[in-house]
């Protein structure tokens, strides 16, 4: 969903609410008095109608997303690609259906990325230097070491599950014939 530029947070809990109101009012909590640390994230009227007719769809895009998932789940066995997991007590919504390139896989991450791209079917690295790493960090992690965050961040890939992927173009077999 969107909200055009800035985003939404819904909640029934008061002290959440009100923590997220100073937030993104500058932290007041009343006009000119500024009581924790805030930013202005305030949306435009505009955004929020956007934002309010999107939140009215997200079932149906939720419902879209978890199709899609599940239809790559059933149908793109590979022992080269380890697929989300899922817990039964958790519902997944699938903002991404990240998958690990393993080192049984006969092309690099960037390979596989690279021929699916050619057969139609985008793919994207959405996190590719782990937050240890990252510029602003640095002084704070300038020795942590993360192996493992560092290993996944070189083999993970997302395919689209978003909620305007057809059916026809969940195509598992231009994915199979290329990893």
Same mark, same amino acid.
């Given at each position: 969903m969107t909200t055009g530029e800035g985003g939404m947070v819904t909640t029934d809990n008061n002290e959440y609410a009100a923590k997220i109101r100073r937030f993104i009012n500058h932290g007041q909590s009343e006009k000119y008095l500024h009581t924790s640390l805030?930013?202005?994230?305030?949306?435009?009227? $505009? @955004?929020? #109608?956007?934002?309010?007719?999107?939140?009215?769809? *997200?079932?149906?895009?939720? !419902?879209r997303r978890l199709h899609n998932a599940d239809y790559f789940d059933r149908h793109l066995v590979a022992k080269s690609l380890v697929l989300p997991a899922r817990r039964k007590d958790c519902n997944h919504v699938f903002h991404q259906y990240v998958v690990r390139v393993t080192?049984?896989?006969?092309?690099?991450?960037?390979?596989?990325?690279?021929?699916?791209?050619?057969?139609? $079917? @985008?793919? #994207?690295?959405?996190?590719?230097?782990p937050i240890h *790493?990252?510029?602003?960090? !640095?002084?704070?992690?300038?020795?942590?070491?993360?192996?493992?965050?560092?290993?996944?961040?070189?083999?993970?890939?997302?395919?689209?599950?978003h909620p305007q992927v057809t059916d026809e173009q969940l195509n598992i077999s231009a994915i199979r014939s290329t990893g």
């Amino acid at each position: 969903m969107t909200t055009g530029e800035g985003g939404m947070v819904t909640t029934d809990n008061n002290e959440y609410a009100a923590k997220i109101r100073r937030f993104i009012n500058h932290g007041q909590s009343e006009k000119y008095l500024h009581t924790s640390l805030g930013y202005n994230y305030r949306m435009t009227d $505009i @955004g929020g #109608a956007i934002g309010v007719a999107q939140l009215a769809k *997200l079932d149906g895009f939720n !419902k879209r997303r978890l199709h899609n998932a599940d239809y790559f789940d059933r149908h793109l066995v590979a022992k080269s690609l380890v697929l989300p997991a899922r817990r039964k007590d958790c519902n997944h919504v699938f903002h991404q259906y990240v998958v690990r390139v393993t080192k049984d896989c006969s092309l690099s991450r960037e390979q596989l990325m690279e021929a699916l791209t050619e057969k139609g $079917i @985008g793919t #994207a690295v959405h996190y590719p230097l782990p937050i240890h *790493l990252q510029p602003v960090y !640095k002084l704070v992690t300038a020795n942590t070491r993360c192996p493992v965050a560092e290993e996944l961040a070189g083999q993970v890939m997302s395919l689209p599950v978003h909620p305007q992927v057809t059916d026809e173009q969940l195509n598992i077999s231009a994915i199979r014939s290329t990893g």
